[in-house]
């Protein structure tokens, strides 16, 4: 236990250093991130009622990029990680070294995680210059952090799934990317489920991923859910635990074929 | 060695490149629908189309279409600029670049060329049949003199791109500067938020950008509103070549720091 503690933090330390400390990560990041904040919703204000309360749209501005950031993180700090573990050669080390990637993984989760609470943070200022402070109303607490849990649980299952399809099938950059804008949509992450239309709502329904963001739209927004609050609790937690055992072994599955076949090294992006 | 030897060059590495690497072919293909269909989906879910049409005066399927095939078209003008220098430095090829006799800028102005080509023709895959849907065989016409606008945009977007590529590769090398650069100027640009509706500060740091004028031509196309339009894409060639000096300046930067500190390695 103590290794593996050390292991992680060994990874944690040296990727603090390198990625935000010394090519000053964080700061390029921000400020990139403000303005694709900018980007982003600038178009949307267009369809916009003038007369429509700005706190409110930012509100809804600010929930979405939440949301569609926890899917980035699992697509790019957690998936693609394994394709760069794969370009630099430290993939088959970790296989021949024995220490698996747990290590490595528990390294760079307070990472990614310091750094979707710190983009929060920046949302939140972001919005408030452009629009006004966004109307969160945090109606039940409980429910956030059931939602966030639930969130996370279903990122790193879909964290496994991409994963484990990345380095047993050499999939691209191009793919990844294009699955990470399609799956928030799809799967209701990032619009109401009740303003959906109906095939989309149902489809959405049949995945882990929109109860938590229901959850969470309904803890911070205070909208109502599609369904009762304990049918969404209920449903969410059993769909996210199966999605997890699944993708669970899924990964398990790709790992043993990459031992035999080796991994597909991809030259490009 | 002469431009067109270099473009040949050019031509031949990125389309043998799409061509194995179908992924990247079918991405360029989806890659409008999927910036318009993900804008036009929140607008759609956060306000209505006929606001947007109050506001704008475009169906919101037509603008944002031609936004996101504009924004992908033009931007390649900086992104592979941007690109090209960090990219040869981690194959280990930028020495022999700097070594090369090569006229600088003449490779610098051929380097997105090819991939501008393509993503023309990607055009033809998504403005086309959607125009050809709102406004029938009239609808080919009109997606016609948008894609040679467009390409008149890319085109002049090149100087400006080499002059920016040139200053962010003597400051710093770091990718990082590509994700704060790439999304300033698609905001910039004006074609996801038209100009006439960005605050003074912002339209005064577009105007500079010689693809912006082009971008309004095209809104102006859209809208139905034909006067004096031959002033925006005449003002956006002569900026293109004010800004030829420049280019050349910012790549003997460019050189000179690599001559004089070495090519790091990665």
């Known amino acids: 236990m103590l290794r593996l503690i050390r292991r992680a933090y060994a990874v944690f330390k040296s990727y603090a250093l390198s990625d935000l400390v010394r090519s000053k990560g964080f700061i390029y990041g921000f400020i990139s991130f403000s303005i694709w904040i900018v980007l982003f919703m600038s178009p949307l204000t267009l369809f916009i009622d003038q007369t429509a309360d700005p706190q409110t749209v930012a509100a809804y501005g600010f929930t979405a990029i939440l949301i569609f950031m926890f899917y980035g993180a699992a697509t790019w700090d957690w998936a693609a990680e394994l394709r760069w573990m794969i370009n630099d050669g430290r993939l088959e080390y970790y296989i021949v070294s024995g220490s698996g990637f747990l290590p490595h993984y528990l390294g760079i989760l307070p990472i990614s995680l310091i750094w979707l609470a710190m983009t929060m943070l920046f949302n939140y200022v972001v919005l408030s210059i452009l629009w006004g402070p966004p109307l969160l109303v945090f109606t039940d607490i409980t429910m956030l952090v059931y939602g966030f849990i639930l969130l996370l649980i279903n990122l790193v299952a879909y964290a496994l799934i991409l994963g484990g399809t990345v380095v047993s099938s050499g999939v691209s950059g191009f793919v990844i990317e294009i699955l990470g804008f399609i799956l928030p949509v799809a799967t209701g992450g990032l619009t109401p489920l009740s303003k959906l239309p109906r095939p989309l709502q149902t489809f959405a329904l049949l995945t882990p991923f929109s109860y938590p963001a229901e959850m969470l739209r309904y803890s911070i927004l205070g909208w109502t859910p599609i369904m009762d609050v304990w049918q969404l609790i209920v449903r969410g937690i059993l769909s996210a635990l199966v999605f997890l055992l699944i993708s669970l072994a899924y990964f398990r599955y790709q790992l043993k074929k990459i031992l035999k076949e080796g991994v597909r090294v991809t030259a490009l992006w | ?266």
Not at chain 2, 36 to 50: D, K
Not at chain 2, 88 to 93: E, K, N, Q
Not at chain 2, 135 to 159: C, D, R
């Open chain 2, 1 to 266: 060695m002469k431009l067109h030897t270099i473009l040949r060059a050019e031509f031949s590495l990125v389309y043998g490149e799409i061509f194995r690497r179908k992924s990247a072919l079918a991405a360029m293909i989806i890659y409008p629908y999927l910036f318009a269909g993900f804008t036009l989906f929140f607008g759609y879910t956060i306000g209505s189309p006929q606001l947007f049409i109050e506001r704008v005066g475009v169906e919101p399927t037509i603008f944002m279409i031609t936004a996101s095939n504009i924004v992908m078209s033009i931007i390649t003008a900086v992104d592979d600029v941007l690109w090209r220098p960090l990219h040869d430095m981690y194959v280990g090829t930028l020495p022999y670049i700097i070594a090369s006799p090569i006229n600088k800028l003449e490779l610098f102005i051929a380097i997105p060329i090819p991939r501008l080509s393509l993503l023309l023709m990607t055009g033809f895959t998504s403005i086309a049949p959607i125009y050809t849907l709102y406004y029938g065989m009239n609808g080919i016409v009109l997606a016609l003199a948008i894609i040679s606008l467009i390409a008149l945009g890319a085109l002049t977007m090149s100087t400006l791109g080499i002059v920016i590529a040139g200053l962010i590769h003597t400051i710093g090398e770091s990718w990082r500067i590509l994700n704060i650069v790439r999304p300033l100027i698609m905001v910039l640009l004006g074609a996801y938020y038209p100009r006439m509706f960005m605050p003074l500060s912002a339209y005064i740091v577009s105007f500079l950008i010689p693809s912006s004028h082009v971008v309004e031509t095209i809104h102006r196309i859209l809208l139905g509103s034909i006067d004096n339009l031959y002033l925006f894409p005449i003002l956006a060639i002569i900026l293109a070549f004010t800004y030829i000096p420049g280019s050349r300046r910012s790549l003997l930067y460019w050189e000179k720091k690599k001559v004089s500190e070495g090519v790091k390695t990665y």
